[in-house]
């Protein structure tokens, strides 16, 4: 590939962690050369993929949405294209769009040390092949595979005759008017769909093997919507943000301090909105609030749901699934025309996309996380893993006004590779990452996560607060980034010591 044929940058994914860092990358690094790739033909990730009827966020939009972006709409709760309609609004308004392109699988990426570039293998949706060449690489692709769903083994399942829909998979065409729909899982997937069916349906059921802590939230929040009204467009916008980003971090640290607490104010809130459609051992989970990601409920929608006779919740273990529906161990038996298996998603790492420096495969299981973003000993490479206990968004700000910075040191001090330097006899001790929280799909991908240490920039946490100050304090000639020229195998420091730093 002729080196005029180089980019400076480019980002894998077109869906929040993606567009994200485009954004935040015209303004702060204008110029410069830079392609979004995404396998899908259309704009969303996440949001485009997952057609389930009710599809919505389990954040409120202040904090989904970037902080560059006001949110302009009254409901903070939102449907998935609504979502999609907001990174297209993102989109138009930085000028992004010419940079993407869809129908780009990248299958795998190579760093060529020599040449001081990542090269990239792409399958075009008409199956031919292409190449990509690029100076430092961002994978913007999420953290679950796209392909292949946690398959939760449901015995039985093979014999059911009527539909069996996966929630990741929808069909457009499902008709389930009057039917009698059973969804298995517990978890927001499983929360979203069954009030969104029950309208339709003559009766949904939630199976759940055990229950998940829920909390109401109104779709729209009043005190959001003063401001707006009352201040500046940014102003009312940047408070919002910050109110909501705060009441989430209180509600999660209060959760694990005084978790007792917690669950008798979720609990008295759950009896209220149910009534007499309240069932302890439907809705007390086994584990402590915010041990698992909490179940939104906007607007009580289930609740409202389960009051009126459309829908309902049956706590316990399958059995076996028949022809007509499913028999539990307890002897119970729920009748169904349609089958849902929200049972949960399979981890996948950086998209799937093959990883290699010089030929050699990398194993990212063997590599610390550096500032949240990069990995020990891989040059010019970052990817995105947002917060679980919070919004997905507040990471993907922070880490690409991060990353633009270091890329805008490196200009200044005309370096060509960035590498987070950590030598074979180190002494940093390993903790597990994402260990606050024991969600299915964690421990079941556990293996596949980078490591992390019990100290930064080596540790990888879920403090949003936290993460943000250290970022942005952050030096970037830390002493732990190495920064060399593709002719120049060494570090050279003289040369960085000279130049002012960045802030």
């Avoid at 009057?178 to 339709?200: F, H, R, Y």
């Avoid at 960035?418 to 002494?427: G, I, S, Y």
């Avoid at 299915?440 to 920039?457: E, M």
């Amino acid at each position: 590939m002729p080196d005029t044929d180089i980019y400076d940058l480019v980002i894998v994914g077109a869906g929040i962690s993606g567009v994200g860092m485009a954004a935040h990358y015209v303004e702060k690094c204008p110029g410069k050369r830079y392609l979004v790739l995404d396998r899908r033909e259309k704009l969303g990730g996440t949001w485009d993929l997952f057609r389930y009827p009710g599809v919505r966020s389990d954040s409120d939009m202040y904090t989904l949405g970037y902080k560059f972006a006001p949110w302009r709409e009254d409901e903070a709760i939102v449907a998935g294209e609504k979502i999609v309609e907001y990174l297209q609004r993102v989109i138009d308004e930085r000028g992004i769009g010419p940079h993407v392109r869809y129908g780009q699988h990248v299958l795998g990426a190579d760093w060529d040390s020599a040449a001081g570039v990542w090269r990239l293998d792409i399958a075009q949706a008409d199956g031919s092949k292409s190449s990509v060449a690029t100076r430092f690489l961002y994978m913007g692709t999420g953290y679950y595979d796209y392909d292949e769903p946690y398959d939760a083994a449901i015995p039985g399942l093979d014999s059911f005759k009527g539909e069996v829909v996966h929630p990741q998979f929808w069909p457009a065409d499902l008709d389930y008017t009057g039917k009698q729909v059973v969804v298995i899982g517990s978890g927001a997937t499983a929360v979203t769909l069954v009030p969104a069916m029950a309208d339709k349906a003559a009766q949904v059921t939630m199976l759940q093997r055990t229950p998940t802590w829920m909390a109401s939230q109104p779709a729209k929040d009043p005190l959001a919507n003063k401001l707006r009204r009352w201040l500046p467009e940014k102003w009312a916008y940047a408070i919002n943000r910050k109110r909501m980003a705060l009441m989430r971090e209180f509600i999660f640290n209060r959760s694990r301090s005084k978790p007792a607490k917690i669950a008798a104010l979720l609990t008295n809130g759950l009896r209220r909105q149910l009534g007499d459609a309240y069932v302890a051992a439907d809705f007390t989970p086994p584990y402590g609030p915010w041990e698992q990601r909490m179940c939104l409920v906007p607007d009580g929608d289930l609740f409202k749901a389960m009051r009126r006779g459309k829908a309902g919740i049956v706590t316990g273990q399958i059995e076996r699934v028949d022809a007509d529906g499913i028999t539990l161990t307890d002897g119970r038996y729920i009748a169904a025309d349609v089958i849902v298996t929200a049972t949960g998603l399979r981890l996948a790492v950086l998209g799937k996309v093959s990883i290699s420096m010089d030929g050699v495969p990398v194993n990212f299981t063997q590599h610390f996380q550096y500032r949240n973003c990069m990995f020990s000993n891989v040059p010019n490479f970052a990817a995105m893993f947002g917060y679980l206990n919070t919004s997905w968004t507040l990471r993907v700000d922070i880490v690409a006004e991060w990353l633009c910075r270091l890329l805008r040191q490196m200009n200044m001090w005309h370096m060509d590779v960035a590498t987070p330097a950590l030598p074979a006899d180190h002494t940093l001790v390993e903790d597990q990452p994402f260990e606050l929280l024991s969600s299915g799909y964690l421990k079941r991908g556990k293996h596949l996560l980078p490591k992390s240490s019990t100290t930064p920039p080596w540790q990888m946490q879920m403090d949003y607060r936290t993460d943000r100050r250290d970022l942005a304090a952050a030096p970037i000639d830390d002493g732990w980034m190495k920064f060399t020229r593709v002719a120049e195998p060494e570090p050279a420091r003289q040369t960085l010591a000279r130049q002012p730093a960045l802030n």
